[in-house]
């Protein structure tokens, strides 16, 4: 079944890493996910892994895969104020199109 | 990347009217279209599938004579709220896939119904 998990809240000092997590249960996942949600706000994709990779860099953000145990993480380096939104993580099945949405974390970056 | 503008972007209506919301993928033709509904403090739960020229696919306890959908083309769906009651009220995104990687989302729509 498709089950996404992640924790609800977390809060970091401007300029440290934030580390977000997620776990899904289903093992057929092509590609990963993470988007950013601002408030009142659509979701912006962050960035993406296919799911035969365990590690992808863009910048400031890192997502590791650990596929054998169906975890994966977002670390976003230097977190700035602007940082602060809820992020979701996000599997998409084999053979479809579809995603299914973790239950998004909210990043709160104090000064 | 990609725009997908959903519009409008906030709507109050009056209980028993209907409410049509549109998204536009503005530089890309989308195969498939998704809307969906997300409460306060909640994740995204799908409502349904829709692609270009065809019916749309609902998932489960989802009324799809309440919940409009038409994909008329490449470039446009349309999410239409029939008789809308409170308990309608959400906020209502679009996203746009080319079928390929990647998905792109609308703004979102918060519908209230007074």
Known sequence: GEDVEQSLFL???EGDSSVI?????DSSSTYLYWYKQEPGAGLQLLTYIFSNMDMKQDQRLTVLLNKKDKHLS???ADTQTGDSAIYF???RLGGGNKLTFGTGTQLKVEL | GAVVSQHPSWVICKSGTSVK???RS???QATTMFWYRQFPKQSLMLMATSNEGSKATYEQGVEKDKFLINHASLTLSTLTVTSAHPEDSSFYICSASTGVTEAFFGQGTRLTVV
């Open chain 1, 89 to 91: 993580c996000a599997e």
């Open chain 1, 11 to 13: 809060s970091v000092r």
């Open chain 2, 21 to 23: 919301i549109e998204c």
């Open chain 1, 21 to 25: 997590n997620c776990t899904y249960t």
């Open chain 1, 74 to 76: 977002l670390r976003i």
């Open chain 2, 26 to 28: 503005l530089d890309f």
